[in-house]
């Protein structure tokens, strides 16, 4: 399969492990308006259209108990959003795509 082309969502997601992804039922392709979808809506209007940032990092309250029940689901699948945020922050969204292109 070929690596999707995404942004670096808010939460840290790598839209490369999304489960609906690898089986082709992807409902946003790794786009801003998948966002809004399914279980990723709630992190993304608190996110970015309550708070007006770019990353989940950036929060005073972060990790809050939304974000932590959110990072252990995708834990599961083996994407862990802890770390993504933290390369994120250390490194930034264009180094964290690179490191995740193969």
Avoid: H
Avoid at 74 to 97: C, H, M, P, V
């Amino acid at each position: 399969m070929k690596n999707l082309d995404f942004f670096v969502p808010p939460c840290g997601v790598d839209c490369n492990k999304c489960p609906r992804y690898k089986k082709g039922k992807s409902p946003c392709d790794g786009f801003y308006e998948g966002c809004t979808k399914r279980k990723c809506k709630g992190i993304y209007v608190c996110c970015v259209e309550k708070k007006g940032l770019r990353f989940c990092y950036e929060c005073k309250s972060y990790p809050c108990s939304r974000y932590k029940k959110f990072a252990d689901s995708w834990k599961k699948i083996g994407d862990d959003l802890l770390e993504n945020q933290k390369y994120i922050k250390d490194n930034g969204a264009e180094e964290f795509i690179k490191s995740r292109k193969i």
